[in-house]
């Protein structure tokens, strides 16, 4: 619990292909935590009428209102657990949507360089675009947290944390007023019963891992509109990467 005996609600806020589902991981594998993954992507599909893999799964097992959903994440945590990690999609903001409910929740950005990002991407899903990858929405959220908290959030680079984990981790717990400890480090390779429904899409990789993968240099070759993706989202994500957290 935190200071006031109320339970820490975090919401991590990455794009697509980065290592968000290991970071779930990790927090999940605390005896003290619940985890909840994407509660937003139903709603996020029955809203845009997008096609993703498993799209009628997804929208049959979740709840497309996302009011229900912004309630039920402020609401009762899972198990009466002392700490809820939230792994939320930037994309799964919608314009439209209220935001009063995010900022109730302590908010962490969790970046990747686009053409990376973009490189993953298109290994499953053939076409992309700037939004489909989230930055432009990460960009405003971050405004809009900036505004609210009159300072800029928590922002971690997912390539500065894969060379560092445990310190990463350390020093996220500390600045979340938590304990760290190492069960975040490493877990039981395979499915879990919180992964959603789109995880046979999506989840090959994090299903075989026991911890996170060692940071490497990658070479990417991008071309037409994936290329493009990238470059629209260079810039935010420049922007975003000058307040992120840097660990010793």
């Not at 697509?16 to 003290?32: G, V």
């Not at 290994?123 to 300072?151: H, M, W, Y």
């Not at 891992?209 to 060692?214: D, I, L, Q, V, Y």
Request: include cysteine.
């Amino acid at each position: 619990m935190n200071s006031a005996g109320d339970p820490l609600r975090i919401a991590m806020w990455s794009g697509p292909r980065n290592i968000s589902t290991a970071m779930m991981r990790a927090w999940e594998n605390r005896e003290d935590c619940a985890v909840s993954d994407e509660p937003l992507y139903a709603a996020y599909l029955a809203a845009t009428g997008i096609d993703h893999p498993g799209r009628d799964e997804v929208i049959a097992a979740g709840e497309t209102d996302w009011r229900r959903v912004a309630d039920a994440l402020l609401g009762p945590v899972p198990g009466g657990k002392a700490i809820w990690y939230q792994k939320h999609m930037n994309h799964h903001l919608l314009a439209g949507m209220h935001t009063d409910w995010v900022l109730a929740l302590r908010n962490v950005l969790l970046i990747r360089d686009p053409s990376e990002v973009v490189a993953s991407y298109i290994k499953s899903r053939a076409a992309v675009t700037a939004n489909d990858i989230g930055l432009p929405q990460q960009g405003r959220l971050f405004d809009l947290l900036c505004d609210a908290l009159g300072e800029a959030p928590i922002v971690i680079d997912a390539g500065d944390f894969l060379r560092a984990p445990e310190r990463y981790l350390r020093a996220l717990c500390d600045l979340l007023g938590i304990a760290f400890t190492p069960r975040m480090l490493s877990w039981p390779a395979g499915p879990r019963d919180s992964d959603g429904v789109w995880a046979p899409y999506w989840y090959d990789a994090v299903w075989r891992s026991t911890g996170f993968e060692p940071w490497r240099p990658r070479e990417d070759t991008l071309t037409g509109e994936a290329l493009a993706a990238a470059e629209i989202c260079r810039p935010i994500y420049e922007r975003l990467r000058e307040y992120r957290m840097m660990v010793c």
